[in-house]
Every structure is written in C-alpha cells, then in structure tokens.
C-alpha cells in the first residue's frame, strides 16, 4: 500500500530557531501534498496545500512567511517553521494525495511532534 | 465555510457491542467524504472513502452511510473488539480535495 514518511518523528528546539520537517511518499508520485496542525485534543486544522513546481496555497489565519512549504519534487515536500515559538509546538502531520492512481485518497504521514521550549 | 461536528466526543462500550458513530456538516456541496482512525500520538490510518455519488461503503465490520441531504454520516462498527479503541475522525472533501476534519470520537471498547 501507499506509504507516506516523515522526518523528523519528534523535534525539540529552542525557541527562535527554525525547524524543517520532511514529508516523503515512498512508493507513488504525489503531485499535491497537504500540511496539517494537530493540537492537543483538538482535531487535524489544514495549514495549506503544496503542489510540486508552484507555490504552495495557505489556509486563511497561517502565515506563509512563518511556515515555508517547499515541494520540490513529487515525492517531497518539506515544512520551515522560522523563527519557532512556544505556540508552535503541535503535531505536525502531511498528507499526499496519489495522482497517479486517479484516486482521491489521501495517505498520511505518522506525524511530527515539535517542542518548542 | 464547511463546519464538521462529530457527536458523540468519547464512548465507552463493552468489547463485542454494535455501535454507531456521527457525523454531521453544514455544506453538503462535498466532493467526498472518509473516515479515519488515529492512535494516541500517531498519523491517521484512512478507513473508507464515500464518493459524493455514494451513499455507503463497507469493509469488513465497518459500514458507513452518507446522506447529503441531511448532512449526515454515520460509521457503523459491529461487534467492537479492544484493538478498535482510538479516536474516530470524519473529514469532508472539497473541490480542491483538502480535506476538513471533525473533532472526533474518542472510542474506548472495554475488554
């Protein structure tokens, strides 16, 4: 089956650093990928959406100059956190849609954690 | 805005009863609709896709019924098992296949 990746699993920094977090689709092109934020008890809230060669498009109130989302190739998109704060720290899961199986299913990564201290 | 409510938030049920989960949205201009299950700290695992065009989905003890005219979805899940505890989440499609979640089901099944 399809299987999504994403490195780091956890990641603790301090605060005002940047943080990049990978999202990899192993076995399937995916020429969209989403990025999702989880907070605790809360359900997943779409920070944006990342084509592969174009810009990624941002969810109204998520700053594109914060969380830079870069998708460089069809397997891999990756997510800047700038200058991370405490309110940062959340549960970071992506999603890759399978173009080219012409489905609509989305496959989900098993998330990262980030701590910001 | 599409808005996503799952009802009820946490269920406690004895191992090898029938249940019902709810999901109801305000926007029934949807292209799909899933069901997913996530595990404390983990990723989602996807567990059926209803097509717009659909009205239910099954796979193995699971069956989920869409009803857009209402706006309603239900999971069904026959004779609970503890491996089914986790939390339940319905996410809605739209045009551009981002998906828009519910806050979920915490589903605990007592062995």
């Known amino acids: 089956g399809a299987v999504v990746s994403q490195h780091p699993s956890w990641v603790i920094c301090k605060s005002g650093t940047s943080v990049k977090i990978e999202c990899r689709s192993l076995?399937?092109?995916?020429?969209?990928m989403f990025w999702y934020r989880q907070f605790p008890k809360q359900s997943l809230m779409l920070m944006a959406t990342?084509?592969?060669?174009?810009?990624?498009?941002?969810e109204q109130g998520v700053e594109k100059d914060k969380f830079l989302i870069n998708h460089a190739s069809l397997t891999l998109s990756t997510l800047t956190v700038t200058s991370a704060h405490p309110e940062d720290s959340s549960f970071y899961i992506c999603?890759?849609?399978?173009?080219?199986?012409?489905?609509?299913?989305?496959?989900f990564g098993p998330g990262t954690r980030l701590t910001v201290l | 805005k599409q808005e996503v409510t799952q009802i009820p938030a946490a269920l406690s049920v004895p191992e090898g009863e029938n249940l019902v989960l709810n999901c109801s949205f305000t926007?029934?201009?949807?292209?799909?609709l899933q069901w997913f299950r996530q595990d404390p700290g983990k990723g989602l695992t996807s567990l059926l896709l209803?097509?717009?065009?659909?009205r239910e989905q099954t796979s193995g003890r699971l069956n989920a019924s869409l009803d857009k005219s209402s706006g309603r979805s239900t999971l069904y899940i026959a004779a609970s098992q503890p491996g089914d505890s986790a939390t339940y989440l319905c996410a809605l499609g739209g045009s551009a296949r981002q998906l828009t979640f519910g806050s979920g089901t915490q589903l605990t099944v007592l062995p």
């Open positions: 999603s890759a849609r399978a173009s080219e199986w012409g489905t609509d299913t989305q496959y």
């Open positions: 926007d029934s201009a949807i292209y799909n």
């Open positions: 209803i097509q717009s065009s659909q």
């Open positions: 990342s084509n592969e060669g174009s810009k990624a498009t941002y």
């Open positions: 076995d399937f092109q995916a020429t969209t």
